[in-house]
């Protein structure tokens, strides 16, 4: 699985038409330039966690715009409408981790699902979580979003477990 920029393309109502990794490992890592490309409105049915790399971005969900600066994150739950841009002039780069949540929550029969990803995925107030890495239990969520990151990115043998693992 190569990095690449990820390029929406949405139907009219706005849902990501661009698939995120395949039915076997439904993932897919992005590496984006907000300042080159920003990121139109759109939704789709995976998680995303983001890692801002470099420059300031500004991130607008569920009605909630705020500035994530170098080294912070986000996560964005499951068909939550959202957009993304450069907070102003230079590189905004972004390291993107986009999961279907079956490859963490398995079947919607398992204790997985039920107990801890569909309390999460139903929760309205739950569009957007931010990290910041000044707080410490914040600091390991950004650290495994990296390496969960770094795994698609390098494709050692067996990535697929340390993917998973870090989601």
């Known amino acids: 699985m190569a990095l690449s920029e990820c390029i929406s393309v949405v139907d009219e109502q706005g849902r990501e038409l661009l698939a995120h990794g395949t039915a076997l490992f439904p993932v897919a890592c992005y590496h984006d330039n907000l300042e080159e490309l920003a990121v ?8 995303e966690t983001t890692v801002v790399e470099g420059g300031d971005a500004i991130i607008s969900v569920g009605g909630e715009t705020c500035r994530v600066k170098p080294g912070d994150g986000y ?11 450069a907070a102003g002039p230079g ?30 995925l139903s929760d309205p107030g739950r569009q957007c ?39």
């Open 40 to 47: 139109p409105w759109h939704w789709h049915d995976e998680i």
């Open 75 to 85: 996560f964005i739950n499951t068909e939550a409408l959202h957009g993304m841009w």
């Open 91 to 120: 590189e905004c780069r972004l390291r993107a981790v986009l999961f279907h949540p079956r490859l963490v929550g398995g079947s919607m029969d398992s204790i997985f699902w039920q107990g801890y990803l569909q309390p999460l």
């Open 129 to 167: 979580v931010l990290f910041h890495r000044e707080v410490p239990w914040e600091r390991e969520v950004l650290q495994a979003i990296g390496k969960a990151w770094r795994g698609c990115a390098e494709e050692a043998p067996g990535f697929e477990f340390q993917v998973r693992e870090a989601l």
